[in-house]
């Protein structure tokens, strides 16, 4: 599985990210539709690696390996929970948690690392 289709979003990610801010410990708007935009667009890619089956002398490729399926399912997770999180705080013109943003990013950097069989 290539992610080269989700380069331009990486790059649209770090530059959203590297604007300034004068509370580091708040995410701006568009650092949150961003992030929230690049998970989703790597979320199609996660589950399509979780729906392969696991790799055995019986499997041959594509599959997937137990670890790294751990890695995705759990990364898979977070991010939901912390897009729930800043969906909220932007409908509550509330401060967004520069904390929930890094789990998205965290996320994608995961879903990025998955091997292409």
Request: proline share 7%; hydrophobic share 55%; glycine share 4%.
């Amino acid at each position: 599985m290539k992610l080269a289709f989700l380069a331009p979003l990486a790059v649209a990610a770090g530059l959203a990210l590297s604007g300034c801010n004068p509370d580091p410990n708040v995410a701006t708007p568009n650092q949150v539709i961003v992030g929230i935009n690049a998970y989703n667009a790597g979320v199609a890619t996660a589950r399509a690696y979780l729906d392969l089956p696991l790799c055995s002398a019986t499997v041959g490729a594509p599959c997937r390996t137990q670890a790294m399926s751990q890695s995705v399912y759990t990364a898979i997770v977070s991010a939901r929970a912390a897009e729930t999180q800043l969906l909220a705080a932007l409908k509550a013109n509330a401060a967004l948690p520069i904390t929930a943003v890094q789990a998205l990013q965290a996320a994608y950097a995961v879903i990025q690392a998955i091997p292409q069989n």
